[in-house]
């Protein structure tokens, strides 16, 4: 079967190596893409250099190609595309969409991170503040392809929320929103911390006029600890001479039924077989899942 409308994406974030959880990750969306003769794209999510890890960048392309992946096209780095968000967030803003926000973490303790308005109707310039887009008191809801129904109440359960730093740096809502209309991505396979990001992003394409992509978030790997894998966490970088093992555990961990004679088949070789049958409705229906119960 193919789908040439099919355009998926990974977008690593250059804090760290790849891990184990990047990897389930990646391999959900490249399966994904490839077994319907879609296209896979790689796009740096370098948005905040001061949780650049250097050499990152280099060792993540180098560990994607010693694991078998293959991308169409250039890599692209949200880094280089500053202008195109800043394009956006003067228009959000002019309209009286979005609104500069000059609040410290101090005054916003005891909020549990939604947003009280305290400058919602201030009227501040957009220098040395954060800005943020207004948000409806209304509910958004999806269907993800492994989660279910999902909703939230923007208003109630989020608040206004940053699409701007108040460093200058833009926020990872805006930049993926506006990257994805960008590149044409039709379907979108990731993580499932990134659950609840997906309401305020469904938003944003509405009110850019944006096509919806479909979503796909796969559980998350976590420690015994109930931490995911994650930089923040020294989980173990991905090792060259560990690809296949790594690979085939990433699959069973995606819910595929692997053969044993992939065991001593190259990382190439994986991948294809995993093209060949791969099933999304066999992904656990869970957010998380347990990195030492992964057989």
Request: proline share 6%; hydrophobic share 35%.
């Amino acid at each position: 079967m193919t789908t040439p409308s099919y355009t998926g994406r990974f977008a690593p974030t250059p804090s760290g190596h790849l891990h184990f959880g990047s990897l389930v990750a990646a391999l959900a969306s490249y399966l994904d893409a490839r077994s319907v003769g879609g296209r896979w794209l790689l796009r740096m999510e370098d948005l905040d250099p001061p949780r650049e890890m250097p050499g990152a960048q280099a060792a993540i392309l180098d560990a994607l190609e010693r694991y078998g992946f293959e991308w169409d096209g250039e890599l692209n780095r949200q880094s280089e595309r500053h202008e195109a968000y800043a394009q956006v967030l003067d228009r959000l803003f002019s309209q009286g969409l979005a609104y500069a926000c000059t609040c410290s973490r101090k005054q916003l303790e005891g909020y549990n991170g939604i947003y009280p308005g305290f400058c919602r109707n201030a009227g501040h310039s957009m220098e040395n503040a954060a800005i943020r887009l207004r948000v409806p008191e209304l509910e958004y809801e999806f269907k993800d392809r492994v989660q279910g129904e999902f909703r939230q109440h923007l208003g109630r359960e989020v608040g206004d929320f940053v699409i701007r730093r108040r460093d200058g740096l833009y926020a990872y809502q805006l930049a993926v929103v506006l990257d994805d209309a960008w590149q044409g991505v039709t379907d979108i396979v990731r993580g499932a911390d990134l659950l609840d990001s997906t309401p305020r992003q469904l938003y944003l394409q509405e009110l850019l006029g944006l096509s919806q992509p479909r979503y796909l978030h796969v559980p998350l790997i976590v420690q015994p600890d109930g931490h995911k894998l994650g930089k923040s966490y020294r989980s173990p970088p991905l090792t060259a001479d560990q690809a296949t093992p790594l690979l085939l555990r990433a699959l069973r961990s995606l819910g595929q039924n692997t053969e044993d004679s992939l065991e001593h088949a190259s990382p190439r070789e994986v991948l294809d077989w995993g093209i060949t049958h791969w099933n999304a409705d066999l992904i656990p229906h869970t957010l998380t899942l347990a990195e030492a119960q992964l057989r």
